[in-house]
T-cell receptor, first 113, second 110 residues
């Protein structure tokens, strides 16, 4: 059973803090993605990665960075958290040669106060 | 700009009703269209559609794609309270990027 694990289910951080969201997958997927989900806006792509040490900006990368040092792990970094980054963050992964879509993690609900 | 538009944004029905959820898209490099169901946490996969006019069915759920008119519908017959969820439509582009719609919030009342 494919698993995508996000390290925290709920997180509360203060404005200006550096925040790390971790995502680990156990199916040797090449592709990994970070989305944020907000009511009425759906899922919006922040960053994605097709391979180790490789990253591409999505639609809303501002205020975020990522790291992929190992194939199974994709980290999202909020360099200086702000209240408008309060959201649900979803990680996903997939094989590169299939059109079947993604396997999602359970999400991290981040609140920045 | 690529976009996926779902309608309605939300609806409330009674158990036993049939519902139709709509998804239209404008995407440059269409590869497939996917439907997901999201309850409290991770979206779970329902259907993937690549060809026009071929209905996919799974129990009380079915879906069809029209690549000429650029839309898809998701039907749920004999709805149950367990069908209450957010239903997400997404289009996969070549390069494996998924573009999501805003979702339809379905609430089924008993």
């Amino acid at each position: 059973d494919v698993k995508v694990t996000q390290s925290s289910r709920y997180l509360v951080k203060r404005t200006g803090e550096k925040v790390f969201l971790e995502c680990v997958q156990d199916m040797d997927h090449e592709n990994m993605f970070w989305y944020r989900q907000d009511p009425g806006l759906g899922l919006r792509l922040i960053y994605f990665s097709y391979d180790v040490k490789m990253k591409e900006k999505g639609d809303i990368p501002e205020g975020y960075s990522v790291s992929r040092e190992k194939k199974e792990r994709f980290s999202l970094i909020l360099e200086s958290a702000s209240t408008n980054q309060t959201s649900m963050y979803l990680c996903a992964s997939s094989f590169s040669d299939r059109a079947y879509g993604y396997t999602f993690g359970s999400g991290t609900r981040l609140t920045v106060v | 700009e690529d976009k996926v538009v779902q309608s309605p944004l939300s609806l409330v029905v009674h158990e036993g009703d049939t519902v139709t959820l709509n998804c239209s898209y404008e995407v440059t490099n269409f590869r497939s269209l996917l439907w997901y169901k999201q309850e409290k946490k991770a979206p779970t996969f329902l259907f993937m559609l690549t060809s026009s006019g071929i209905e996919k069915k799974s129990g009380r759920l079915s879906s069809i794609l029209d690549k000429k008119e650029l839309f898809s519908i998701l039907n749920i017959t004999a709805t149950q309270t367990g069908d209450s969820a957010v239903y997400l439509c997404a289009v996969m582009e070549y390069g494996n990027k998924l573009v999501f719609g805003a979702g339809t919030i379905l609430r089924v009342k008993s």
